[in-house]
């Protein structure tokens, strides 16, 4: 088996393990938050996006220079940090007091963290150029069979160990993914010491800086719409479920529809892209998720809204890989890293937004409107993309060298 294949596979084995730690969190944080001491419902959605967006914003600052630093001494030595942190802050998470030490935790685990970046941006530079698409939509599939699994095993795992101990195996499946990554990733080649490139000289190496600008605000968009909704969806299922007795465990039911769509979309979504141009497969997904997300706030079970979270999940499948593609197009191998770094700031940075905002508009107005202005801004986001890339028949953007 050549490298590459062999990376990606551990590199999705790698993935698969974190994100399915991480998305273990999500459905129970609410409920955490509420064994901490907030009790309020409206306090519970205000803190639950405050604590769960805190670590974004760390993440959007620090991304580009762990960006750098993986051009500059290698990608899988960030895979390692990335990991091994995530392992020893996860674990001290299970031993915070109150809602301000888990805020403080989740910030300082956003400013060494990076693992997502570093593991993309190792498959997108050692992959074959024609195969790029679908080793992208391999990760991703990585990452949403671990957000399946993840929301459903923690849900139980609250259930039977305690939400305390839940965060101690969740800092155990990082450790693994670290193990893993140290044994079975191989870079083909070190990353060649050179000059540190500026952002203006960065930048200025970009053949379309414009098609990049639409492309970092779009994966913005796409994860401030996605983070609006998920810190406060527990709370939601809670107004629409009688049984309260297994709340946790319904939640992670609901979380994992979109990721089994997910996985089962993303790679062929991948060959997609890779046939007909991604900029086409990126401008239809979001047109379907805009869509998607209105029904949502009118829903009257949990198991209409589990459903609708299925669908959703085949049209998100398609973004972020869509995305990634088209930044490689545009990015030459040395500055690949400093790229995929500022699309995770701007995807972190969407992250910190959507939480913040998300938790906001349901304390002010209501959850079902969070839905409404999640949708709105797909679809206007759509619109961009279509004038921005689809309508200028981007398909493979020339390499500076």
């Known amino acids: 088996m050549e490298i590459w294949r062999k990376n990606l596979w551990a590199c999705w084995f790698a993935v698969f393990i974190v994100s399915s730690g991480m998305s273990q969190m999500a459905p129970i944080l609410p409920l955490y938050i509420d064994h901490l001491g907030i009790h309020d419902a409206a306090s519970i959605a205000k803190w639950s996006g405050i604590v769960y967006g805190s670590n974004f914003i760390s993440l959007a600052i620090f991304s580009p220079i762990w960006g750098k630093f993986a051009d500059k001494y ?57 195969r790029v698409g679908w080793a992208l939509g391999v990760i991703f599939s990585g990452q949403v069979g671990g957000t399946l699994l993840g929301p459903l095993f923690g849900g139980y795992l609250a259930e039977v160990i305690g939400f305390r101990e839940e965060f101690i195996f969740i800092g155990v499946m990082c450790l693994i993914a670290f193990i893993a990554s140290f044994f079975l990733v191989k870079e083909e080649k070190s990353i060649e010491k050179q000059e540190v490139l500026n952002f203006n000289q960065v930048w200025n190496c970009l053949p379309n800086p414009k098609v990049m600008i639409c492309l970092f605000i779009t994966t913005l968009v796409l994860q401030l719409g996605l983070m609006s909704i998920q810190p406060i969806i527990t709370v939601y299922i809670t107004q629409l479920t009688s049984d309260m007795s297994h709340i946790a465990l319904i939640s992670g039911a609901v979380f994992a529809a979109s990721g089994l769509a997910s996985i089962l979309a993303a790679s062929r979504l991948g060959k997609l892209s890779d046939k007909i141009g991604p900029q086409k497969v990126l401008l239809a997904a979001l047109i379907m998720a805009g869509i998607l997300f209105i029904p949502q706030a009118f829903v009257q079970y949990s198991w209409q ?42 995807q972190f940075l969407g992250m910190f937004l959507g939480s913040i905002l998300g938790g906001q508009i349901a304390a002010a107005f ?30 493979c953007l020339p390499l500076k060298k």
Do not use: C
């Open 74 to 130: 290698g990608r899988k030595s960030m895979i390692l940090r990335a990991s091994l942190w995530l392992s020893i802050i996860m674990t001290s998470m299970g031993f915070a007091e109150n809602v301000y030490q888990l805020t403080g935790l989740r910030m300082l685990q956003g400013a060494l963290s990076g693992f997502q970046s570093a593991v993309v941006t190792l498959v997108a530079t050692q992959t074959p150029k024609e």
């Open 305 to 346: 809204l589990g459903i609708l979270r299925f669908l959703l999940g085949i049209a998100t499948a398609g973004l972020l890989p869509s995305i990634n593609s088209l930044i490689k197009q545009s990015t030459s191998d040395a500055i690949a890293g400093r790229a995929f770094g500022y699309n995770q700031s701007a």
């Open 366 to 395: 209501g959850i079902r409107y969070v839905f409404f202005f999640t949708g709105a801004l797909f679809l206007i986001n759509a619109l961009w993309v279509y004038h921005s890339i689809y309508k200028e028949k981007i398909q």
